[in-house]
């Protein structure tokens, strides 16, 4: 059995066999958890998405190492856990500052396991700007949110049907056309993970009318493991949670979106996050993807272009370390001419850390004209670091220009002799050149004051 998604947008088909045992449990226990939405309207829209996922969860199997989209990511040690459903809870304001960013002090939507936190929230944008929780949605809103919540392609995927299936709240940020929005918007997704296990499963809905533009910040962390006291971490150890996030965004014609992610979970959570993004014609996004943290996490970007003359840009950042497994799936379907795209994705790998990186650039016949380039270039810091990579290219256009490649290396020995000639010690030379291998990167960000935070978090 297996779940079958094509890059081009019309064509999503599931091929499904039945599963009775761990996702089984995991899909009963989550829709065990109720809507926060108290609109009628809404509640009825939700409950038949949340429907139609179930089922083709219901009709789905737990993927393993069997899978060629899971080759080199085993799930087993998620299989092993007992997870309950995310508890209500909400951290005070000040426990959170350290993750606040100033440029976004009147753009902030927060969300604790999932859930809408008005209280640790502040936006003060333009009224005809959209930043809120499904259920905070203007009623002119509310008959157009079933155009795109829940329908772009990869929806199917079996973790993002899993999320759909159990949708009860959704971060909604939608910008009318012409509008440009100065301010970068941040949402911040926390999880108050325990002693006991928890699963939580936060959506995010993005629409870009036509001539818009925005900034976005998703930001996923942990708050007892970076802002308790110490004490209580003594007490109950680095929390084990599940994040299985989805995020869609949808951008209309000419409309521009700078989209920075950030997973920064407890070093043993698992992450599971999908980004699945449809572009129109002369629209532009970039995306700075930066993974930190969990134990073990995926993130799986989509990218279906669906006009001529779209612009795509994908920028990654893998920094891991002990036994964590950080694995990135990109695809990206150009299926119309004149379309550009440029990715590059770096990992840095210490101790018997384990990166995959899997991209995948479709250029079909119509898509003439096409300019493409990916490189994935990793950094091992550790004889028993590992990387996994392939690059892919499947073109079936006659007038194209693509390239693709990776790169594996390591530190080289002579320019930290020579750095340490220079007066630095053996760590500071070795940070100099991690840091520099990073930010090129790092750079893309356009937050100043959250480039800065993951500079120092790069240092080793």
């Given at each position: 059995m297996s779940i079958q998604v094509t890059p081009n947008l019309n064509q999503v088909s599931?091929?499904?066999?039945?599963?009775?045992?761990?996702?089984?449990?995991?899909?009963?226990?989550?829709?065990?958890?109720?809507?926060?939405?108290?609109?009628?309207?809404?509640i009825s829209l939700l409950q038949a998405i949340r429907d139609r996922a179930a089922a083709i969860v219901q009709q789905s199997k737990f993927p393993t190492t069997r899978d060629e989209e899971w080759r080199f990511t085993d799930l087993?040690?998620?299989?092993?856990v007992n997870f309950q459903v995310a508890p209500s809870s909400t951290p005070n304001l000040t426990a959170l500052e350290s993750l606040l960013l100033p440029e976004a002090d009147c753009s902030r939507l927060v969300f604790v396991n999932g859930v809408y936190a008005p209280d640790l929230s502040a936006v003060a944008l333009p009224d005809n700007?959209?930043?809120?929780?499904?259920?905070?949605?203007?009623?002119?809103?509310?008959?157009?949110?079933?155009?795109?919540?829940?329908?772009?392609?990869?929806?199917?995927?079996?973790?993002?049907?899993?999320?759909?299936?159990?949708?009860?709240?959704?971060?909604?940020?939608?910008?009318?056309?012409?509008?440009?929005?100065?301010?970068?918007?941040?949402?911040?997704?926390?999880?108050?993970?325990?002693?006991?296990?928890?699963?939580?499963?936060?959506?995010?809905?993005?629409?870009?009318?036509?001539?818009?533009?925005?900034t976005l910040i998703?930001?996923?962390?942990?708050?007892?493991?970076?802002?308790?006291?110490?004490?209580s971490e003594a007490e109950v150890g680095e929390p084990v949670y599940f994040t299985n996030a989805v995020t869609e965004i949808w951008l209309a014609e000419n409309a521009q979106v700078n989209h920075t992610r950030i997973e920064r979970d407890s070093p043993e959570a698992f992450h599971i996050g999908k980004s699945a993004i449809a572009q129109a014609r002369d629209s532009r996004y970039t995306c700075n993807a930066i993974t930190l943290g969990?134990?073990?996490?995926?993130?799986?970007?989509?990218?279906?272009?669906?006009?001529?003359?779209?612009?795509?840009?994908?920028?990654?950042?893998?920094?891991?370390?002990?036994?964590?497994?950080?694995?990135?799936?990109?695809?990206?379907?150009?299926?119309h001419p004149?379309?550009?795209?440029?990715?590059q994705h770096k990992c840095i790998v210490g101790d018997r850390a384990h990166a995959v990186f899997n991209g995948k650039i479709f250029v079909p016949k119509p898509a003439q004209q096409t300019d493409a380039a990916q490189l994935n270039r990793n950094l091992l810091l550790s004889p028993k670091a590992r990387v996994d990579t392939k690059?892919?290219?499947?073109?079936?256009?006659?007038?194209?220009?693509?390239?693709?490649g990776a790169t594996v290396s390591q530190l080289d020995d002579e320019e930290v002799f020579y750095l340490q000639s220079r007066g630095l010690n053996a760590t500071d030379a070795r940070n100099l050149l991690v840091n520099a291998f990073a930010a090129e990167i790092i750079n893309q960000i356009p937050i100043p004051s959250l480039k800065q935070t993951l500079t120092k978090t790069i240092n080793l």
């Open positions: 599931v091929v499904s066999s039945v599963d009775t045992g761990f996702l089984a449990e995991l899909l009963s226990l989550c829709q065990t958890q109720s809507s926060v939405v108290q609109e009628p309207e809404l087993s040690a998620l299989k092993s700007v959209i930043v809120s929780n499904l259920d905070g949605l203007p009623p002119t809103y509310r008959s157009r949110i079933e155009n795109y919540l829940a329908q772009v392609p990869g929806t199917q995927e079996v973790f993002t049907a899993l999320n759909t299936a159990a949708i009860a709240d959704v971060a909604v940020v939608w910008i009318p056309k012409n509008i440009v929005v100065e301010k970068p918007i941040h949402l911040l997704f926390i999880s108050t993970a325990s002693n006991t296990p928890i699963i939580s499963q936060p959506r995010c809905l993005v629409v870009a009318e036509s001539n818009s533009s925005v998703e930001d996923y962390f942990n708050q007892m493991t970076n802002l308790e006291a110490e004490e969990a134990k073990l996490s995926r993130h799986n970007l989509e990218i279906f272009q669906t006009g001529e003359q779209t612009q795509t840009i994908l920028n990654g950042l893998t920094k891991i370390a002990g036994n964590q497994l950080a694995d990135t799936h990109s695809t990206l379907a150009l299926n004149y379309g550009t795209s440029h990715q690059p892919q290219l499947e073109i079936t256009a006659d007038n194209v220009k693509c390239a693709h």
